[in-house]
């Protein structure tokens, strides 16, 4: 999805910071996805473990590129750290009690399930991100 199909009603910088969140959250879910794949199918962890564990790993590679790359934040990483992480702690229930919830629950495939739960929390990972983690406090 290239920036031209954001809103018009937005800058050129928030289209440019809108895409490279898409591009970060990529990254992070490659990682997470990767993490998962290799907890299933090779050290045999159950689905619900294999995704808290590869969404925490999607985690840091998430917060690095989001303060260097995606918000080019100015804030103290002590403080941004302490933001991100809250932010996460509540995605990671968010995501795990949906693939939890579907893949355990309603028996829906894990894929399916892990890639219904990204979804829904992509929407609460921008909104945060932008508003209170990586802010243009201290800029």
């Known amino acids: ?47 619900t473990v294999a995704s808290a564990i590869g969404y925490l790993f999607g985690s840091v590679l998430s917060y690095l590129m989001s303060y260097y790359y995606t918000f080019d934040s100015k804030r103290s990483h002590g403080e941004a750290v302490a933001f991100f992480y809250l932010m996460v702690a ?34 609460w990972n921008y909104i945060v991100s932008k508003l209170l983690v990586f802010g243009r406090r201290g800029r």
């Open 1 to 47: 999805m290239g920036s031209a199909y954001l809103p018009v009603c937005w800058s050129a910088e928030m289209k440019r910071e809108f895409f490279r969140f898409l591009v970060t959250g990529s990254s992070a879910t490659v990682g997470h996805y990767a993490v998962f794949w290799l907890c299933i199918s090779v050290l045999g962890i159950s689905t």
């Open 90 to 123: 509540t995605g990671f229930f968010i995501n795990t009690g949906i693939v939890h919830a579907l893949a355990a629950g309603l028996r829906w495939d894990p894929w399916i399930s892990q890639v219904f739960a990204t979804a829904l929390t992509l929407f």
